[in-house]
Nanobody, 127 residues
C-alpha cells in the first residue's frame, strides 16, 4: 500500500511563488518515479513535472512546456517527499495539483504510467 499526501497549496497573487510537498509512505520511496499533475475545473488532468527514481541531484526531470523555466521538481529520499517549487505564477496555473508515484520504470509524462495518486491540493493564482 502506497499513500501520497499533498500539501502547500493556497492563494497567491500573480508573479508570486508557492512550494508544494508530497509525502509518500508504504513502499521504498527512492524506487519510485514521481510526478505532478494538475486539473482545472472542466478540464482534463495534465502533466506538469516528473522526476526519475534516482536522487534529486542526479535524477532526470521533465516539464510541461507551459511551466518550463518557472517550476522545479525535486525529491528528498531521506524524507520520502517530492516537491514542486512554483515561481512566477500565472492565473492560468490555477488548478488542483496532484502528486503521483510510479513503482515501475516507465514514461513519466503520461498519467497512465502512475499507479498511486494523492488527494490533491488547491492552487489559486489571482490576477
Amino acid at each position: 500500500q502506497v499513500q501520497l499526501v499533498e500539501s502547500g497549496g493556497g492563494l497567491v497573487q500573480a508573479g508570486g511563488s508557492l512550494r508544494l510537498s508530497c509525502a509518500v509512505s508504504g513502499r521504498t520511496f527512492s524506487r519510485y518515479g514521481m510526478g505532478w499533475f494538475r486539473q482545472a475545473p472542466g478540464k482534463e488532468r495534465e502533466f506538469v513535472a516528473g522526476i526519475t527514481r534516482r536522487g534529486w541531484s542526479t535524477s532526470t526531470t521533465y516539464y510541461a512546456d507551459s511551466v518550463k523555466g518557472r517550476f522545479a521538481i525535486s525529491r528528498d529520499n531521506a524524507k520520502n517527499t517530492v516537491y514542486l517549487q512554483m515561481n512566477s505564477l500565472k492565473p492560468e496555473d490555477t488548478a488542483v495539483y496532484y502528486c503521483a508515484a510510479s513503482p515501475a520504470a516507465q514514461a513519466l509524462g503520461v498519467a497512465r504510467s502512475y499507479d498511486y495518486w494523492g488527494q490533491g491540493t488547491q492552487v489559486t493564482v489571482s490576477s
